[in-house]
């Protein structure tokens, strides 16, 4: 069975596909590069037959190009990603036990003295990627593992996440639908490769489309409004720290320049958040400036996209929709049972979407998964007027404090919208006579003073008094792995470091 993918860009020739540092490049270009590079990685085998390949590769060409040779020979892909230090590349390699490593020769450095140390074959990329014959490949069934993605490791050591192509195949086809792709799209990719949200959401979606995907090399402000000025970008999506940086920018910018910028990214047909919640005075401010109302959406690691907002339609502040296309969702209680409309719940997502397995952890996986294939997410909502609130995941952002269950993020909303507040993270902090002692680790804006006491007051004035943080603490900055997400154990640990109780 040909995969689909390959297929369809097949079709789409001349059309162009790929714009990056390296330069710009076909659909027929993916093609080829692609096939010389998986018959290289087969090296006279009929079919790598699931054998895991990393790869350490910055968002480009090559890239693109590996992670299609990889799925062409028969292999199973694990990204590594750009960022991590030596340790956190060390577990993945020793979890994910592939047969090579592909490198970027920027990157040779940071890898080799692992891969030395486990025997591991390194392939630079300027050879993998060459110009070169196409032997014959395998026919590979979508129901094979394509994709394994580590967890964000915000609550535990990461876990590889088993994706088969077919889960691939259904959560671009769900997003196509849902947001209107079309073979016209072009698409800006600056978030890291290593997450669904860049991988699933924005490249193979375009390349599933036959639409542009352009990659530009890092993430500065100045950059990305200079893109978008250009006006031929149609899409654009990025997490709440992105938009917030492109916020700052902005208000640096000179007159005229912002008028350039708000016109550009006006011209772009749709502007989507995620991997994050959004601030509601994030989103405001945004629409302001651009006309756009950012599309909210849940999803992650385990299932790529479960909710969102309309593309047409009312977007409502603080909300993510309703459920994609191929999702069923619901809300259960503690005993697995379906809460009523306006009772909170956690999440169960099931569909064709939805990961296969934890990477060589059958324990854990069956524990996800309820008895009829129910994933348990673990994240909290609320249906409210037909649409989900997310209240937060279970583990961390969900506190039981005095006997009283609240939920971190709705304090945090209210926090984030007092003069003065850029960011904020509320955490439960174990206390002998609370159980979780509500705190908040607070970053003001640059040219802000905030002082604790009015915060507090201000707190108090629109929330239930066990919701009120007992210790608010001013930090420069939030702990954030590599998609912006805040990881809240890291926030706990401030607060247990500085002698709370």
Known sequence: MSLELVSRAESFGADLAIIAPGGV???????????????????????????????????????????WAVWRAGGFGVPLATSHPAAELAHVLDDARPEAIVVHPTLTERISDLADERRLPLLETPALVRPGPMGALPDVDERRPSLMLYTSGTTGRPKGVVLSHANIRAQVESLTSAWGWSSSDHILLHLPLHHVHGIVNILTSALWNGATCEILPRFRPVDVWERLVRGDATLYMAVPTVYRRL?????????????????????????????????VPTLERWKRITGHTLLERYGMTEIGMGLSNPLDGHRRPGFVGTPLPGMDVRLVDEEERTVPAGEAGEIQVRGPAVFSEYWRRPEETERAFTADGWFRTGDRAVVEEGAYRILGRASVDILKTGGEKVSALEIEDVLRSFEGVADCAVVGVPDPAWGDRVSAAVVCEPSSVVETDELIAFAKSRLAPYKVPKDIRIVGDLPRNAMGKVTKPAVRDLFIEEGNP
């Open 25 to 67: 490049f076909t659909y027929d270009d993916l093609i080829g590069a692609s096939g010389a590079a998986a018959t290289r990685l087969l090296a006279g085998r009929d079919d790598l037959e699931g054998e895991r390949v990393c790869y350490l590769v910055p968002p480009g060409w090559a890239y693109v190009a590996t992670q």
């Open 247 to 279: 916020i700052d920018a902005w208000d640096e910018a000179p007159p005229a320049v912002r008028r350039d910028w708000s016109a550009g990214a006006a011209a772009c047909r749709l502007m989507v958040s995620g991997s994050a919640a959004l601030p």
